[in-house]
């Protein structure tokens, strides 16, 4: 949950409850940078609308520029908040149930300005230094991965895999490595998904009748970078 986003998509006018609802939840489950990936399902859950509702919803959003949808061929959509970019128009006009728009849209951080609460530091002429990498936090490794949490969803999903039984260095270091290539990857409902659609391809789980190659992946293979990218690109469900 971000409340860097929350705060910033609360004021928004001129959508219907239904829209707004949608939104909110969206905000809710996104990170700092906006990026979110919740199911069709689980936003109708949350917002007691219907799918048809929620997907209305959602469409008009994107068409309002608070909302960008990037589809993943085989997998579900992410998406990104972006309240600063909100601006009904013509394409899509207010809810006939809305509020009056505001005429000024609130204050969300730059793309580029540092995270809430990171000073600026200044140098001995009185001028800005731009925070470093380790003031920011921004560095590849300044979030840990939850690395235990992903290999038991692993050995839950994948229970017909050569279970995980040694978490080593090496193990640790491809895990970090792959939880840091993208804000999608940081999630472990990602990690649950991406673990499932491995199950699901006949190939990875060595289900083929061609014995002549036969072939079954392990968790090593899985986390490897060109393989990993190619399951997330659904290369195995052609």
């Known amino acids: 949950m971000s409340t860097i986003v929350m705060t910033a998509c609360w004021p928004l006018q001129g959508m219907s409850p ?26 109708v859950e949350r917002t007691c609308l219907s799918e048809r509702a929620v997907r209305n919803a959602l469409r008009w959003l994107e068409q309002s520029g608070v909302l960008s949808a990037h589809h993943r061929t085989g997998r579900s959509t992410w998406y990104t908040v972006s309240p600063s970019r909100y601006n009904p128009g013509t394409s899509c006009p207010p809810a006939p149930d809305a509020g009056l728009p505001r005429q000024e849209m609130p204050p969300t951080p ?96 060595g289900r083929l009748k061609d014995r002549n190659n036969q072939f079954r992946c392990t968790f090593d293979w899985l986390i490897a970078p060109s393989n990993f990218v190619k399951v997330v690109e659904g290369n195995y469900h052609a």
């Open 18 to 43: 239904a829209q707004k609802s949608v939104l909110i939840s969206l905000a809710d489950n996104s990170n700092d940078d906006g990026v979110c990936w919740p199911s069709v399902a689980r936003i």
């Open 110 to 205: 730059a793309p580029d300005a540092p995270h809430p609460g990171t000073r600026c530091p200044q140098n001995r002429k009185g001028t800005i230094k731009e925070p470093s990498e380790e003031e920011t936090g921004a560095s590849a490794g300044s979030k840990k991965a939850p690395v235990e949490q992903i290999v038991e969803l692993f050995n839950q999903i994948l229970h017909q895999l050569p279970r995980v039984v040694l978490v080593n260095k090496d193990r640790k270091s491809k895990i970090q490595a792959r939880w840091d290539e993208s804000p999608v990857h940081r999630d472990l409902d990602f990690w649950s998904d991406f673990f499932t659609q491995v199950e699901t391809s006949e190939f990875l789980m």
